[in-house]
């Protein structure tokens, strides 16, 4: 297990090293002058160079990306001060630290998608399970049913409705909005219990679908049925021997829709007008921020690949068979 762990841990920092030089080139390679576009429309010729040397963009474009790679490990100097490390670089618009500036939007991100996450496992996963333990019966079939309609929903569609019929028509519940955890723990879910239920209707679906299939081939496993053969009541052979063998493929798709959870929460920021890292790399494409739009990416990528090691090792604590060495 160390050794997996050493060995995702090397091909994570590779990895990060690799999207870092992408996007940095890919923006590098775009016909924009960034010192224009940051210096504004009434820009004297002394501004522009002025600002030109204050970005480092008249150093050449290799020492440009090596200060910001090594500005992560060691930290950086600017005209304007120190900034330690991990040093993600200023931002060309507001001069703020793009470190600083992620870590403040980050929190309202983290809330979306590890909230939208707890809901679409339990319900999906229950929802499932009970399709399952009942099948054929009127619970499948509404459980089925109701799976197949809502993942023909998406969040551009259903945000507006929820927000049309519970905000702006009833009045039942304020605009959606974030309330840090530490200081308000009611107030958190209250602001954000709509878009967590949003983002997670879509995958809902998926997961009772995926559960109920997973769960329906396990029963029908030998082993299983030679609990049932041994007398073994049913519901304590579908506990002990079925559930738990069924989560080994909902687990191998959770660690690939870890991605495409993060896709959705950028959607879902845009739709509710939440201030969090889909909506702050949205702006930072559309204005060219170089260093926050490289920031975003290397954090969200950071992310992705550590909660992809997290999945691999429960993986492999559900199934003794796998062993990740």
Not at 195 to 219: D, G, K, N, W
């Amino acid at each position: 297990m160390l050794q997996f762990i050493l060995r995702r841990t090397v091909g994570a920092v590779v990895t990060l090293f690799l999207i870092g030089a992408a996007t940095f080139f890919l923006f590098v390679a775009a016909p924009s002058d960034y010192a224009s576009l940051a210096c504004g429309r009434d820009c004297s010729p002394d501004r522009l160079e002025a600002i030109r040397h204050a970005l480092g963009l008249n150093l050449p474009v290799t020492t440009q990306f090596w200060d910001f790679m090594s500005g992560i490990v060691v930290g950086r100097d600017f005209p304007d001060g120190h900034c330690p490390a991990p040093c993600l670089g200023q931002s060309f618009y507001s001069g703020d630290l793009v470190w600083d500036t992620i870590m403040d939007r980050f929190p309202l991100t983290l809330s979306l998608t590890v909230g939208a996450m707890v809901v679409f496992l339990t319900i999906g996963i229950g929802a499932g399970m009970l399709a399952a333990y009942r099948r054929g019966t009127a619970a499948d079939k509404i459980a089925t049913g109701t799976s197949m309609v809502l993942s023909s929903m998406q969040i551009y569609f259903l945000g507006p409705i929820v927000l049309l019929i519970f905000v702006y028509s009833t009045g039942w519940v304020e605009d959606p909005k974030y309330v840090p955890f530490t200081e308000d723990p009611v107030g958190w879910l209250g602001g954000l219990w709509i878009p967590m239920a949003v983002m997670a209707t879509i995958f809902t679906a998926q997961y009772t679908r995926m559960a109920r299939a997973s769960l329906i081939e396990q029963l029908a496993e030998e082993h299983v049925r030679t609990a049932r053969a041994k007398g073994m009541p049913r519901r304590y052979v579908f506990f002990r021997y079925a559930w738990r063998g069924s989560l080994i493929p909902i687990v191998t798709v959770l660690g690939i829709d870890i991605s495409s959870l993060l896709g959705g929460g950028v959607v879902t920021e845009l739709t509710f007008s939440l201030q969090g890292i889909g909506r702050l790399a949205v702006d930072g494409a559309v204005t060219k921020d170089l260093p926050l739009t490289m920031g975003v990416m290397l954090v969200g990528a950071f992310v992705i690949l550590l909660l992809n090691i997290l999945v691999d090792i429960v993986y492999a604590w559900i199934d003794p068979r796998v062993r990740l060495s």
